[in-house]
């Protein structure tokens, strides 16, 4: 089994700041890509960051110059620097990875369970 499980989401006033952290734990042989959807009510889950195992990075354009996407590979974690949060920040993250569980699997996509972050004006 694999599982993502995320942490660090929270309450912050508008303006602030807040680190999310998703790790992969279980049967692990490689990941490829790990990234951060947010999700708002009623609304369909959006893509917020990307990076690839080499580091290589990209972001939806609401949320450039504002958020950081790095990991930890070490660690199998993807983090977000989130700063600058506007109330429109305020929803659900969930963070994905590309796992292969053995060498002779294919890659497939897990989901964490996601984690509220509000951002108060």
């Known amino acids: 089994q694999v599982q993502l499980v995320e942490s660090g989401g929270g309450l912050v006033q508008a303006g602030g700041s807040l680190r999310l952290s998703c790790t992969a734990s279980?049967?692990?042989?490689?990941?490829?890509?790990m990234g951060w959807y947010s999700q708002a009510p009623g609304k369909q889950r959006e893509f917020v960051a990307v990076?690839?195992?080499?580091?290589?990075?990209r972001y939806a354009d609401s949320v450039k110059g504002r958020f950081t996407i790095s990991r930890d590979n070490a660690k199998n974690t993807v983090y977000l620097q989130m700063a600058s949060l506007k109330p429109e920040d305020t929803v659900v993250y969930y963070c994905?990875?590309?796992?292969?569980?053995?060498?002779?699997?294919?890659?497939?996509?897990?989901w964490g369970q996601g984690t509220q972050v509000t951002a108060s004006s």
């Open positions: 994905t990875a590309s796992i292969q569980r053995t060498y002779r699997e294919s890659f497939a996509d897990y």
């Open positions: 279980g049967v692990i042989f490689e990941i490829n890509n």
């Open positions: 990076i690839s195992r080499g580091g290589a990075t």
